[in-house]
């Protein structure tokens, strides 16, 4: 804040945001773009566990009121892609912890592992899914 | 207007000694919520489709009722610290800074008290 503000007094130009008509799309920067939406979606997905919490402790007509909105086709695809959402965000959250204590910084390595946690999310987001359909359908 | 170098007036005060703490707490929540993540996507699996029953003899169980609050807690501390960074990082109107910040802030730890109150509530069978 404090620099940025001393920027636009002195009209100095500033490098531009990394997604816009100035820089192609890189694996790299989108990856971390998409770490920070998740992080937003998935914070709203935690006040979905804290209304699970409360209507379960309210009671029967709570929870019923509940399960009938969450067991409906706008909850279950939301149920969806906040899982999907949280299974990207944990994986790609562990690549940036391997990356705190300095492991696959590198370009060619940052590439790798954000191929890689793409792949595993796609593979686990199918298996959880298929698990899911399976179980609801039995 | 203030004629004296800036270095002169930091010198001598040192740091806050809180400039990693930020950063610190987004990683031990992240190490805690990877584990619990596991265990929560594990039992959720076991509960989708089931009613109020399950879900309420699940959050009975001493040891769900605590790894239940810690994740509770971990989850609201580790989205409070990255939304304040993704509002310091985009909102530039300060007021609408300052009130998304307390917003965030206020709604976090409300969230996280009721939560921590009604898994209490279950677990005692109240």
């Given amino acids: ?59 029967p007509e709570a929870f019923e009121c509940f399960s009938e909105y969450a067991g409906g086709p706008l909850g279950f695809t939301f149920g969806l892609i906040l899982l999907i959402t949280l299974i990207y965000h944990f994986f790609n959250g562990i690549r940036h912890l391997f990356w705190d204590i300095g492991w696959g910084l590198d370009i060619r390595k940052a590439y790798r592992n954000g191929w890689i946690v793409i792949g595993v999310t796609i593979t686990a987001s199918l298996l959880l899914s298929i698990f899911i359909w399976m179980r609801l359908s039995a | ?92 109107v300060r007021w609408l800074e300052i009130t998304l910040q307390l917003i965030v802030k206020f709604a976090a730890c409300l969230v996280v008290l009721a939560s921590l109150f009604a898994i209490t509530r279950i677990a005692l069978g109240s």
């Fill in chain 2, 1 to 92: 207007m203030n004629l004296r170098n800036p270095v002169a007036q930091a010198r001598g005060l040192g740091s806050a000694k809180e400039g990693t703490s930020h950063w610190l707490w987004q990683r031990i929540t992240a190490v805690g919520l990877a584990m619990l993540s596991v265990w929560f996507i594990w039992n959720l699996l076991s509960l989708i489709g089931g009613g109020y029953a399950e879900s309420r003899s699940f959050l009975a169980q001493p040891h769900n009722a605590v790894l239940m609050s810690a994740y509770v807690l971990f989850l609201f501390y580790h989205a409070q610290l990255g939304l304040q960074v993704v509002i310091e990082d985009y909102v530039h």
């Fill in chain 1, 1 to 59: 804040m404090a620099m940025s503000s001393v920027n636009n007094h002195k009209k100095r130009p500033i490098s531009p945001f990394m997604i816009g008509p100035y820089y192609r799309p890189q694996l790299t920067s989108m990856t971390s773009i998409a770490h920070r939406i998740s992080g937003l979606i998935l914070a709203i997905g935690g006040l979905f566990l804290a209304i699970w919490l409360q209507v379960t402790s309210l009671g």
